[in-house]
């Protein structure tokens, strides 16, 4: 429903900004730079991917694949790189999942190559 703005009603606080950079140069080895000026904790990275099997015929996926890694606290400029080499880049969904230390929210943020 929509209302009238009260002009003594505080804003909201502002969106907490994207820690994170994606070097996609090379499809199979995409590099993640935390590209904030702050620490995030404890991260995590899950990989999805198609699981298509030994058959060439390329027919929609039985199952999916996934995997996990922690990489633990990044301090700011930190750059981690994925390695992609088993899976076909263009089925990958790669999720980070991490704790902001200041709030001790966690966040989290997919993306495709």
């Known amino acids: 429903m929509l209302r009238?703005?009260?002009?003594?009603?505080?804003?909201?606080?502002?969106?907490?900004?994207?820690?994170?950079?994606?070097?996609?140069?090379?499809?199979?080895?995409?590099?993640?730079?935390?590209?904030?000026?702050g620490v995030v904790d404890f991260v995590r990275v899950f990989v999805e991917s198609a699981d298509r099997g030994p058959s060439p015929v390329r027919a929609a996926p039985a199952s999916m694949r996934s995997a996990t890694e922690h990489?633990?606290?990044?301090?700011?400029?930190?750059?981690?790189e994925l390695c992609l080499c088993d899976v076909d880049p263009d089925d990958v969904v790669v999720t980070l999942a991490w704790f902001r230390p200041a709030t001790g929210v966690e966040y989290v943020w997919r993306f495709v190559m």
């Not at 969106?15 to 730079?33: F, I, K």
């Not at 990489?71 to 981690?80: A, I, R």
Request: proline share 16%; no cysteine; glycine share 6%.
């Open 4 to 37: 009238a703005l009260d002009p003594d009603e505080t804003a909201p606080p502002a969106a907490y900004p994207l820690p994170w950079r994606v070097d996609r140069g090379l499809r199979a080895h995409p590099r993640v730079t935390n590209a904030s000026a």
């Open 71 to 80: 990489w633990g606290q990044m301090l700011p400029g930190e750059t981690v």
